[in-house]
């Protein structure tokens, strides 16, 4: 998320350190009320700052694991005080064997002439060849302009959403609802619901098709990351997931109550072999939000249409997710499913084989890399 341009990288010297100039210095823990006030008057144009919003920004943004100052967020302080900051978060990658500590930049804020200075200068930090690897999910038009000025690349599959529809007619509501809130009340839903029923019973293509031999299990957190952390070595560019960081990254995530319950599951073939694993929010009757889907090389129909008949018996109204060109095939052949813009997903880098294996599909950045988790996106 981010204002104009949205989201820029962080300079950073070959060896990690932080660049400081002109005002450009790390963001301490000293700042959090000020950006909290800048976040609020950037992104919901208030000067009401909600309670909970700097505990949570401490959080995010100092909690990682892997969180050092020359590898988090950066301000820029002026005269009169910070005015412009680039939030991000730490996360490890292995790209093309070697491990590398890559950056998730979630906001671009500036208020005023000065803040407006500021973020040029923040801004001016962009250049590929200074970066080991910077990337935003979010990015609006202006933002994409700068991140391609600066060398970086935009990644257009991983830049959609999908979406399929399980119960359509409540499915509309809901989605529809992010204008009209009361569309998502059950008054409105309940009445839906029967006429969904209808339309389920007259057009069998709204229910996906279960698949021969498979099922679907829930798992563990642990047992989730034992069965997917396999699945991801096909790519030369991906996340580590040490145990630390996975189980920090589940429970920040976990912390955003409106997406609903964090859930794991495993999909297991005929001879009870795990071939994929999706890890969702789901809020029940509602809609599931699927922030990571991952399979065996080959098995993806399998996987895909599993994933689907779960949900819908499940109950959810709706499943979405980031699009991944190695699923987008089998994600393609569903009926009741449509895609959208969701943000550019932008990276830079100064390393040409992570461009190019970015550029040939060769990476796997999925939903816990990435703002869809976040509050920020939500809440505040």
């Keep these: ?17 932080a660049v400081r100039a002109a005002g450009v210095r790390p963001m301490v823990r000293g700042d959090i ?7 609020s008057k950037a992104f919901r144009n208030s000067d009401k700052v909600a309670p909970e919003l700097a505990p949570y920004l401490e959080t995010i943004f100092f909690g990682s694991p892997h969180y050092r100052p020359e590898n988090g967020s950066m301000v820029h302080e002026g005269e009169n005080g910070v005015a412009s900051a680039i939030l991000a978060v730490p996360m490890e990658f292995s790209a093309h064997g070697r491990p590398i500590m890559a950056r998730l930049l979630c ?11 500021g973020a040029a200068r923040l801004a001016r930090q962009m250049r590929a060849a200074r970066q080991d690897m910077c990337f935003s999910d979010n990015s609006s ?16 599959i991983q830049s959609l959403e999908w979406r399929r529809a399980f119960r359509p007619a409540t499915a509309a509501a809901l989605a529809c609802s992010r204008a009209a809130p009361a569309l998502s009340s059950r008054a409105v839903v309940t009445p839906l619901g029967w006429l969904d029923r209808t339309l389920r019973r007259r057009r069998r293509s709204i229910t996906p098709a279960a698949i021969p031999d ?9 047992e989730f990351l034992a069965c997917a952390k396999p699945m991801m070595q096909r790519f030369q560019v991906r ?41 969702y929010f789901g809020r029940k009757g509602r809609e599931a939000t699927v922030l990571n889907l991952l399979c065996t090389a080959g098995r993806e129909f399998e996987v895909v249409g599993q994933m689907f008949s779960s949900l819908d018996a499940e109950g959810y109204a709706a499943a979405s997710g980031i699009s991944q060109p ?17 943000g550019y997903f932008c990276l830079v880098t100064r390393h040409a084989e992570i461009t190019d294996a970015a550029l040939r599909n060769d990476i796997y950045i999925g939903g816990l890399a990435s703002e869809s988790w976040s509050r920020l996106l939500t809440d505040f």
């Design 326 to 342: 190695f699923m987008m095939n089998a994600i393609s052949r569903q009926r009741w499913l449509s895609f959208k813009h969701r």
């Design 33 to 39: 009320s000020t950006i909290a006030r800048l976040f």
């Design 141 to 156: 038009p202006v933002s994409a302009d700068h991140w391609i000025a600066g060398g970086g690349s935009v990644l257009p």
């Design 1 to 17: 998320m981010g204002a104009e341009p949205n989201c820029a990288p962080i300079a950073a010297s070959p060896g990690g350190a």
């Design 239 to 279: 996340p580590v997931w040490s145990k630390a960081e996975f189980d920090w990254l589940v429970g920040v995530a976990s912390l955003n109550g409106r997406l609903g319950t964090l859930n794991f599951r495993i999909v297991l073939d005929g001879r009870e072999q795990p071939i994929g694993a999706f890890l």
């Design 214 to 222: 498979c099922r679907t299990i829930p798992a563990t957190p642990d």
């Design 107 to 117: 906001a671009f804020m500036a208020d005023g002439a000065e803040g407006a200075a």
